[in-house]
C-alpha cells in the first residue's frame, strides 16, 4: 500500500501565518532579510535539505536576537522540519513553553499536530494518535476550522494505515469537497490520499481520475515533490492492476527523485522501494525484486520505522530464501518478520481500541448533538409542512371526487350517444328527434318566417334554396370529409360566393362555417365508430386523417366540444356495452 504523506501539517500548520509584502528592499544576506522573507523561502523549499536548514537557523537566530516571542516560536517551528526525530521533538517542546499564554488561536492545538506529524513519520502510531486527538481538542476549543480539518485528515490516514479504508475514504472525500476552506494546492495533497485510499477499496477509475487530476495541477504549479508522489501512486495503481511494467517504469523515476539529498523522505524512499519490489516480483525478475526488499531492511534497521507492507516483504524474502535452501538468511528474515508482525500487532491493537473510544466516540456524540439541535430548529416546520400537506390532501380528495363525478358525466353521455346511434341504426325514433337528443344545441329549423327577414334581405329566397339543396348533397354525399374544406372552396364547388354560402348556414344551420363543418365530421365518427368496429380499431391519428382533421389534438377536441365527453370514454363505453 502506497502511504502518502505529504507536507500537509508543514502547509497549514507550519505556514498558518500570512506572509506580508516587505517594504523594505532586501539584501542578499539572509540576515539583512525580513522574517516574511525567510519564511517565504523556507516554506517554498522542500524541507530537509541543507538550504531550509540554513534558512531557520537564520530565522530564529534573528529572533532572540530581536527578542520577539512570536517569530521565536515560528522560528521553532521551521528548525523541527529540518532536524531529526530527537532534536525535532526537543524544537516543539520549546515552542509548547513559549506558546503556553498565546492569545493566538492557533496555540496550542498547533504543537500537537506538528508533534504527532513527527511521530507518525517514524512509524510511532500510537504517540501520533495521542497527539492528533490532544490537537483536535484544542482546534474545537478555539474554532479553528483548518486545524480541525488536519487533525481529522492526520487521524484518517491512521485509519488507512490499520485498514479501515472505507473510513478514510469518507474524511478525505469530504474534505476533498467540502472544505472551501482549504486552499487548492493543499486540496490536491487530500486528492492523492483519497485516490490511494480508493485504490484500496478497487474504486480503481475513481483512482485513476484522481491520480490524473493531481499529476495535472502538480505540473501546472511546479511542484516537483507533488508530482513525484503523484507519479509513486500511479505506480502503485499499475501494481494493483497488475501492469507491472508501467508500475516500474513510473517507480523507477520516483526512486531517482527521492533518493537524492534534497529530496529524501523515509516514508516515501521506503514504499517506493516496497512497490518497486513487488513489482520485479510480479515480472518474475527475482535479483531485482530481493535487491529492493534487502535495501528496506536495511532502512527499516537504521530507522527503526515500521509499517504493514513489511509483512509482505519479508514473506517474500523468507520464501525466497527457504526455495534455495539458504536456511541462515531463511532464520534471520523469519525473526525479522516475527519482531516487526509484534510491533504491528501492537499498533493496531492501540490504534483499533483507542480511535472509537477517543476519536469516533466523542464524534458521534457531536453529531449527535448536531442532528438534535437541527431536529429542534425543524419542529415548527415540521407542523407548517404537515398543514400544507392536510391542504394539500383536502385539495386533492375534492379534486379526485369532482373528477370522479365528471368521470360518470362522461360515461352517461357516451353510454346516451351510443343508445341514440343504436335506435337511429334502427328506425326507432325519427331523425329530427335524435339530433335534438342527441346533441347540446339546436339543429336546423325549417323556414316558417318570412325569408326576407332571415337573410337581412341580401339572399333571394331562390338563391338561398339552391344553396340549401347543394349543402344537402355535400351532407348526404359526405364531402365534408375531404380534407382542406374552406368557405371559399366550397362556394366555389357550389357556385355561389363566399358571403352568401356563410350567410346561409348562418341562418338557416344556425352556426358559422367552421362549427358547421366540424358538428358534421363529429356526428359522422359518432355513428361510425360505434357502427364500424374496424373503423374503431384504427389509431387515433388515422382516424382523424380520415375525418378530414390536419391533427389528432384538432380531432380530440373538436370531438370533445360537439358531444361534452371525450373521445377516449367514448371509445371505451362502446367496446364495454359490444362485450355486454
Known amino acids: 500500500m502506497m502511504k502518502i504523506k505529504y507536507l500537509l501539517l508543514l502547509l497549514i500548520i507550519g505556514n498558518v501565518l500570512s506572509y506580508a509584502q516587505p517594504n523594505n528592499i532586501e539584501k542578499n544576506t539572509p540576515e539583512k532579510k525580513t522574517y516574511e522573507a525567510l519564511e517565504k523561502?523556507?516554506?517554498?523549499?522542500?524541507?530537509?535539505?541543507?538550504?531550509?536548514?540554513?534558512?531557520?537557523?537564520?530565522?530564529?537566530?534573528?529572533?532572540?536576537?530581536?527578542?520577539?516571542?512570536?517569530?521565536?516560536?515560528?522560528?521553532?517551528?521551521?528548525?523541527?522540519f529540518v532536524e531529526s526525530l530527537p532534536n525535532a521533538l526537543q524544537y516543539l517542546d520549546s515552542l509548547q513553553h513559549i506558546t503556553k499564554n498565546s492569545k493566538e488561536n492557533i496555540y496550542p492545538a498547533r504543537t500537537y499536530l506538528l508533534r504527532g506529524n513527527l511521530y507518525f513519520n517514524a512509524g510511532n502510531l500510537q504517540a501520533a494518535l495521542d497527539n492528533y486527538i490532544l490537537g483536535l481538542k484544542y482546534a474545537k476549543e478555539k474554532d479553528n476550522k483548518r486545524q480541525?480539518?488536519?487533525?481529522?485528515?492526520?487521524?484518517?490516514?491512521?485509519?488507512?494505515?490499520?485498514?479501515?479504508?472505507?473510513?478514510?475514504?469518507?474524511?478525505?472525500?469530504?474534505?476533498?469537497?467540502?472544505?472551501?476552506?482549504?486552499?487548492?494546492?493543499?486540496?490536491?495533497?487530500?486528492?492523492?490520499?483519497?485516490?490511494?485510499?480508493?485504490?484500496?477499496i478497487n474504486k480503481m477509475d475513481s483512482a485513476y481520475a484522481l491520480i490524473q487530476e493531481g499529476l495535472q495541477i502538480a505540473k501546472k504549479d511546479k511542484n516537483d515533490y507533488a508530482y513525484y508522489?503523484?507519479?509513486?501512486?500511479?505506480?502503485?495503481?499499475?501494481?494493483?492492476?497488475?501492469?507491472?511494467?508501467?508500475?516500474?517504469?513510473?517507480?523507477?523515476?520516483?526512486?531517482?527523485?527521492?533518493?537524492?539529498?534534497?529530496?529524501?523522505?523515509?516514508?516515501?524512499?521506503?514504499?517506493?522501494?516496497?512497490?518497486?519490489g513487488k513489482s520485479y516480483a510480479g515480472l518474475q525478475q527475482t535479483d531485482k525484486a530481493?535487491?529492493?526488499?534487502?535495501?528496506?531492511?536495511?532502512?527499516?534497521?537504521?530507522?527503526?520505522?515500521?509499517?504493514?507492507?513489511?509483512?509482505?516483504?519479508?514473506?517474500?524474502l523468507i520464501d525466497?530464501?527457504?526455495?534455495?535452501?539458504?536456511?541462515?538468511?531463511?532464520?534471520?528474515?523469519?525473526?525479522?518478520?516475527?519482531?516487526?508482525?509484534?510491533?504491528?500487532?501492537?499498533?493496531?491493537?492501540?490504534?483499533?481500541?483507542?480511535?472509537?473510544?477517543?476519536?469516533?466516540?466523542?464524534?458521534?456524540?457531536?453529531?449527535?448533538?448536531?442532528?438534535?439541535?437541527?431536529?429542534?430548529?425543524?419542529?415548527?416546520?415540521?407542523?407548517i409542512v404537515l398543514s400544507l400537506l392536510l391542504i394539500s390532501h383536502l385539495l386533492f380528495i375534492n379534486v379526485y371526487f369532482k373528477y370522479k363525478k365528471s368521470e360518470k358525466n362522461y360515461k352517461k353521455i357516451a353510454q346516451d350517444l351510443i343508445l341514440s346511434v343504436n335506435e337511429k341504426r334502427f328506425g326507432k325514433e325519427n331523425k329530427s328527434q335524435i339530433e335534438k337528443e342527441t346533441f347540446s344545441e339546436p339543429l336546423p329549423i325549417e323556414n316558417t318566417g318570412n325569408s326576407e327577414?332571415?337573410?337581412?334581405?341580401?339572399?333571394?329566397?331562390?338563391?338561398?334554396?339552391?344553396?340549401?339543396?347543394?349543402?344537402?348533397?355535400?351532407?348526404?354525399?359526405?364531402?365534408?370529409?375531404?380534407?382542406?374544406?374552406?368557405?371559399?372552396?366550397?362556394?366555389?364547388?357550389?357556385?355561389?360566393?363566399?358571403?352568401?354560402?356563410?350567410?346561409?348556414?348562418?341562418?338557416?344551420k344556425g352556426?358559422?362555417?367552421?362549427?358547421?363543418?366540424?358538428?358534421?365530421?363529429?356526428?359522422?365518427?359518432?355513428?361510425?365508430?360505434?357502427?364500424?368496429?374496424?373503423?374503431?380499431?384504427?389509431k387515433i391519428p388515422f382516424i382523424a386523417e380520415e375525418l378530414g382533421y390536419n391533427n389528432e389534438q384538432a380531432f380530440t377536441l373538436a370531438f370533445k366540444k360537439r358531444t361534452g365527453t371525450p373521445l377516449s370514454v367514448y371509445l371505451k363505453e362502446i367496446e364495454n356495452m359490444s362485450s355486454k
Do not use: W
Open 290 to 316: 530481493i535487491e529492493c526488499f534487502m535495501k528496506i531492511d536495511s532502512m527499516v534497521l537504521k530507522t527503526n520505522c515500521v509499517f504493514p507492507e513489511l509483512r509482505d516483504v519479508y514473506k517474500y
Open 148 to 200: 480541525m480539518a488536519m487533525a481529522d485528515i492526520s487521524i484518517a490516514s491512521l485509519n488507512n494505515n490499520i485498514g479501515m479504508y472505507d473510513e478514510t475514504a469518507r474524511t478525505f472525500r469530504y474534505y476533498l469537497y467540502n472544505a472551501a476552506y482549504i486552499p487548492e494546492d493543499e486540496r490536491n495533497h487530500i486528492r492523492l490520499q483519497l485516490a490511494d485510499a480508493y485504490i484500496e
Open 41 to 80: 523561502e523556507f516554506y517554498s523549499s522542500r524541507a530537509g535539505n541543507v538550504n531550509s536548514k540554513s534558512i531557520a537557523d537564520n530565522y530564529l537566530k534573528k529572533a532572540k536576537s530581536d527578542k520577539n516571542a512570536v517569530r521565536i516560536a515560528e522560528g521553532y517551528v521551521m528548525s523541527h
Open 453 to 508: 327577414d332571415r337573410t337581412s334581405r341580401t339572399v333571394s329566397e331562390d338563391i338561398a334554396q339552391t344553396i340549401l339543396k347543394e349543402l344537402e348533397i355535400f351532407e348526404n354525399k359526405d364531402q365534408f370529409l375531404n380534407k382542406g374544406i374552406t368557405l371559399g372552396s366550397l362556394a366555389k364547388k357550389i357556385k355561389t360566393n363566399s358571403k352568401y354560402l356563410s350567410e346561409i348556414i348562418n341562418t338557416y
Open 320 to 383: 525466497h530464501y527457504k526455495a534455495n535452501n539458504d536456511k541462515e538468511k531463511q532464520l534471520y528474515f523469519t525473526e525479522r518478520f516475527l519482531k516487526v508482525d509484534q510491533v504491528l500487532d501492537s499498533q493496531f491493537m492501540y490504534i483499533s481500541r483507542e480511535l472509537p473510544r477517543r476519536y469516533n466516540a466523542p464524534k458521534l456524540v457531536q453529531e449527535k448533538e448536531s442532528v438534535t439541535h437541527e431536529l429542534q430548529k425543524r419542529k415548527n416546520l415540521f407542523y
Open 511 to 538: 352556426k358559422n362555417f367552421a362549427t358547421y363543418l366540424n358538428d358534421l365530421r363529429i356526428d359522422y365518427a359518432i355513428s361510425r365508430l360505434a357502427n364500424d368496429r374496424k373503423f374503431r380499431s384504427y
Open 229 to 276: 508522489q503523484g507519479l509513486g501512486l500511479m505506480g502503485y495503481y499499475h501494481l494493483h492492476s497488475k501492469k507491472y511494467q508501467l508500475a516500474v517504469d513510473h517507480l523507477l523515476e520516483c526512486k531517482k527523485f527521492f533518493f537524492t539529498t534534497e529530496n529524501a523522505n523515509k516514508r516515501n524512499e521506503n514504499y517506493t522501494l516496497v512497490n518497486l
